[in-house]
């Protein structure tokens, strides 16, 4: 049994947590109206936040949806400025305990590693072992049951009733009410997700013994000796996975290492990093539009080239070079 924490509601709602809060929660965003009108009487509404927490009102549960392509359509949920403060202050405590129980092959929300530490390490396992198994969960953040959730997850880390009940609190007052899934768009989100899959990290490495093993938020990718050990796991972690935490995972891609892996937006192999097929396009996209945004006269060369250097960094880290340069011969950039 984890070792649990002694964080109590007085620890989130105390006025430096809040400050530091309101803070992160407004980096990028003070020039929404939300965020600016909070920020302007900073104090009092922060004194309302520590007041819903300390008496159990907390949170707000109001939600502002929106849908995206990316490249497939999704939904995404943003609580409103003072759910995402509470948010933030909730994490600033609890975040750090969730990431410390994960194991250091996941990659998703933890500061130090990030997509691109993810594939470096599959890219050292494709060095290593034979044979890989790719696969993700379908349909995850929708998936997550809040009462697993909260027995087999913040219930064994936490142990302040005060903290799980507004853990439960803000499961519950959703931007749909109901009993599974997560809202995409809270910061919350990312975190009980990550940690809801822990449990499976676990039992491919510890149980199943697998020699290599990366995970980024629900893509799973693991690494063989055989292509009988391939598929074994992988129906073992299918069936742990669905038993114990009531997801599905989707066909696995199964095929040897030295052929590579689609992973994060590169096609890695032993010795080199490509760009996959999706971000190729992502890359010709954001070109395109800034170049259509320069032929209408929104905006100046100056301002073209620095669209140039954000379509370039899609293509950062990859093995490129010639690609880039097929690009450009193909469709010359605008003459700015």
């Not at 707000?60 to 759910?83: H, L, M, N, T």
């Not at 519950?172 to 899959?197: C, D, E, H, K, M």
């Amino acid at each position: 049994m984890p070792r649990r924490s002694t964080i109590d509601l007085a620890t989130i709602a105390a006025w430096p947590s809040l400050h530091e809060a309101a803070f992160r929660a407004a980096r990028g965003r003070r020039g929404q109206p939300a965020v600016a009108t909070f920020l302007s009487d900073v104090d009092r509404n922060l004194l309302k936040v520590q007041q819903d927490v300390l008496h159990h009102r907390a949170p707000r549960g109001e939600w502002s949806v929106f849908s995206i392509r990316d490249p497939k359509p999704r939904q995404i949920a943003a609580p409103c400025f003072a759910d995402r403060v509470l948010h933030h202050a909730l994490m600033l405590h609890l975040g750090p305990i969730l990431v410390r129980a994960l194991i250091a092959g996941t990659f998703a929300c933890i500061e130090g590693r990030g997509s691109l530490a993810a594939v470096r390490r599959a890219q050292h396992h494709q060095r290593r072992w034979p044979w890989v198994v790719k696969t993700d969960v379908r349909r995850y953040f929708a998936s997550v049951d809040h009462a697993t959730l909260q027995r087999d997850v913040l219930a064994r880390r936490f142990k302040d009733a005060g903290v799980l009940a507004l853990c439960a609190r803000i499961l519950a007052r959703g931007p749909t009410p109901s009993a599974v899934g997560l809202p995409i768009g809270a910061l919350t989100s990312q975190f009980f997700a990550n940690s809801y899959l822990d449990a499976v990290d676990r039992f491919a490495c510890e149980q199943l013994r697998v020699p290599g093993y990366v995970r980024y938020m629900d893509d799973l990718v693991w690494w063989c000796r055989s292509r009988a050990e391939a598929r074994e796991t992988f129906e073992q972690v299918r069936a742990f996975a669905a038993d114990q935490r009531g997801l599905e995972l989707k066909p696995p891609q199964i095929g040897r290492a030295d052929a590579g892996v689609t992973f994060l937006g590169y096609r890695v192999l032993p010795g080199t990093l490509r760009l996959s097929l999706r971000r190729r396009r992502r890359y010709a996209a954001a070109r395109q539009r800034w170049e259509a945004r320069y032929a209408a006269g929104d905006i100046d060369a100056l301002a073209l080239q620095r669209g140039y250097a954000s379509a370039l960094a899609i293509t950062a880290h990859a093995d490129a070079t010639a690609w880039r340069r097929e690009q450009h011969r193909r469709v010359p950039p605008v003459d700015a």
